[in-house]
């Protein structure tokens, strides 16, 4: 676990921190600082999977153990530190799994209800995308309605999740070379659900302790995550909300408007955020609004489902995840408004300290002494007018110590893999040639997904633009994603004019040309199904291998902290991607273990787990390989790392 020096590089997250501590208001960071990690659980080393423990097996602290030694320092049962370390590892893969899917499920459901005509607030918003996922699915498209054939694919996508046997439908989408690789390996999912449960049965006391296998069955159930229901997650919210294109927006704090309600929306699942988009520029309730003193509603996001609305309709976003009690902090926001997933049980307790009601709306994530609203998928407006009603009723409770940290960077995010397709090779001829044509002559060294959390643990935001910044200047074009991807915008790394500034000359080049920034938002958690599909659109498209394995492109989370981020991690890793991840390595209590993901896995899939807490050096791991992979195919000539003294890299910190 690397200590952290200072709390944020964002001002405005250190502004209101000071705020914070100014009227006693405790949040994240200061429990961080008073709750020290376990470090027994830290590296994966405490089983609690049975009331004969917990036991717990730290690494041997005489490094010249035995074998025989070795095998003596087990759990009661026996369970060897592999054992604990990889069913604890796989639990963290079922978790996040299941939370991705959870949503994609519900997303499937609300378009079913619209399909059916059950709910008349949703809409087919993208009529391409629901043919060309018939098409993918098997589903006739004749001379039908589009909403007999989105039932269809409602219908489909259902059944993904419960199916028993079989391959799940999207596992189409990878390379063939990679299918054929999963068959071999036995690791294709089957059904969605079926894989959670059966990790979660593996990992029970007492049933798989091969630390191999109990991989394989982890590896399936991250795929049924990637490849499954993150996939369908992404794909049904285009066609029901729209794809995502290019669309300009601000980022943090400073988006909050002092005389106006403030309404934030906060979690990961975007039917509710859709409609408080609509509802918010309701004229009626805008004059409620003002009949209440305020000079309108202000609809601002928080964490994915902020993505989700930021790359649909340029909503604004208020911050990432460790933002999101500084912005009660703020003392201007009226309603915080939550669905599912990362959403602290600590934002109540701040919001006692303000007028901030707390609205929880989803039966899946109550929080004790929030008010809960259910979203209705029936009646979507009706439950968001309630919201906002509730947020406008609020406006005369605020109180006189309101502060708005006047800070707030432009961004132009909406690059879906449709997106990026038609920038690159123009509406009629939409392809990825243009960019498979640069990475292969040079311009463009490589493609990084860097993805991921915050971690009180680390540096608010530092890791993540460290390391954009060194990749980036070593000319990799970095796609991002979730709290990662909101910490690149605010670093100014997301409009067209940041290549100029912090590019490598192939890449500044290539981004002044197309007008693209350097770094291109794809969206949130569940969108990283985007990156899988960009790497399979330029493995298709040709010239760089015949795998995504083979690409030279890795993956990186420097900050994560969620379970969702190992089933990620797991998911790029088993596609065969390099994949580093920084702040903390939750297997190190075994090295056998450790190994398996570090070294086993390159031979297994061609991709595999690192770890680097400093996120240079860990952009520096993923520059090597890109090089190395540029060098098997042939196309290493004239590339050169830039190595950095100490000067030049001040100066580009200075940027
Ligand atoms: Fe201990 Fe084994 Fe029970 Fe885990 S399953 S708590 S290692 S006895
Ligand atoms: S919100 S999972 S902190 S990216 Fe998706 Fe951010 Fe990580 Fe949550």
Redesign the pocket.
């Known amino acids: 676990m690397v200590e952290k020096e200072i709390k944020s590089i964002d001002a405005a997250t250190n502004e209101m921190l000071e705020k914070a501590a100014q009227e006693k208001v405790r949040t994240v960071f200061d429990r961080a600082a008073q709750m020290k990690p376990c470090p027994i659980g830290g590296e994966g080393s405490c089983c609690s999977n049975c009331a004969m423990g917990p036991c717990r097996v730290p690494l041997a602290k005489n490094k010249t153990e035995t074998p025989e030694e070795h095998a003596l320092r087990t759990g009661v049962c026996g369970a060897t530190a592999e054992t604990i370390a990889a069913r604890n590892f796989a639990r963290k893969i079922a978790a996040g799994t299941a939370s991705h899917s959870d949503h994609g499920r519900r997303v499937v459901e609300a378009f079913k209800l619209m399909a059916e005509g059950k709910t008349k607030d949703f809409a087919i918003k993208d009529e391409q995308k629901l043919l060309k996922l018939a098409l993918d699915l098997g589903v006739e498209i004749g001379n039908r309605k589009n909403e007999e054939i989105a039932l269809d694919v409602a219908k489909v996508c259902e059944k993904e999740f419960g199916k028993q046997d079989g391959e799940l439908a999207f596992i189409k989408n990878a390379p063939v070379k990679r299918q054929e690789l999963w068959r071999k390996l036995g690791v294709v999912p089957r059904g969605i659900d079926r894989e959670v449960v059966e990790l979660m049965h593996r990992t029970h006391m007492g049933v798989d302790q091969d630390y191999k296998n109990i991989m394989l069955q982890g590896t399936r159930a991250a795929l049924a995550d990637g490849w499954g229901g993150s996939m369908i997650a992404t794909e049904i919210q285009d066609c029901m909300f729209g794809t995502p294109t290019p669309t300009l927006s601000e980022i943090n704090l400073g988006v909050l408007k002092e005389d106006m309600v403030n309404v934030i929306i906060h979690g990961?699942e975007p039917a509710l955020a859709e409609m408080l988009a609509v509802e918010s520029q309701d004229p009626e309730l805008i004059k409620y609004a003002e009949s209440k003193g305020a000079k309108g509603i202000n609809l601002a996001g928080m964490?994915?489902t902020a993505n989700e609305i930021m790359m649909r309709h340029g909503v604004p976003i208020v911050g990432?995840?460790l933002q999101q009690e500084l912005a009660i902090v703020t003392g201007a926001v009226e309603a915080m408004v939550v669905d599912v997933?990362?959403i602290m049980q600590g934002l109540q307790e701040v919001a006692r300290c303000f007028h901030t009601k707390l609205i929880t709306t989803d039966e899946r994530a109550k929080i004790t002494g929030a008010t809960h609203m259910q979203f209705d998928e029936h009646n979507p407006r009706e439950s968001a007018k309630a919201i906002i009603k509730a947020a406008v009723d609020n406006y005369p409770n605020r109180g006189k110590n309101v502060r708005i940290p006047n800070i707030k960077t432009p961004l132009i995010a909406g690059f879906s893999h449709e997106t990026i397709n038609y920038l690159l090779g123009g509406l009629f001829r939409a392809s990825y040639r243009p960019l498979n044509d640069n990475i292969i002559n040079g311009r463009i060294r490589g493609l990084a997904g860097v993805v991921?959390?915050?971690n009180a643990r680390t540096t608010h935001d530092g890791a993540h633009v460290a390391m954009i910044k060194e990749l980036i200047k070593n000319d990799v074009l970095v796609l991002s994603t979730?709290?990662g991807a909101m910490a690149a915008a605010k670093a100014g790394l997301m409009v067209p004019e940041a290549a100029k500034q912090f590019c490598g000359p192939g890449l500044a080049e290539i981004c002044e040309t197309v007008g693209i920034p350097p770094v291109l938002h794809m969206g949130?958690?569940v969108d990283n199904s985007r990156i899988l599909i960009a790497a399979t659109a330029v493995v298709k498209d040709g010239g760089l291998g015949d795998d995504i394995s083979d690409l030279p492109a890795a993956g990186a989370a420097p900050e994560w902290?969620?379970e969702?981020?190992i089933a990620i991690g797991q998911y790029f890793v088993a596609s065969g991607m390099y994949t580093v991840f920084g702040t903390t390595w939750p297997t190190l209590g075994s090295g056998e273990f450790t190994n398996h993901l570090f070294k086993d896995m390159e031979e297994m899939y061609g991709g595999k787990w690192d770890f680097q807490p400093d996120p240079v050096q860990a952009a520096k791991l993923m520059i090597e390989h890109i090089d190395k992979k540029r060098k098997a195919l042939g196309i290493d000539k004239s590339r050169e790392r830039v190595l950095y003294d100490m000067a030049m890299r001040r100066e580009l910190d200075a940027v």
């Open positions: 990961h964490c994915c990432n995840y997933q990362c991921g959390c915050n979730g709290c949130a958690c902290m969620s969702k981020a």
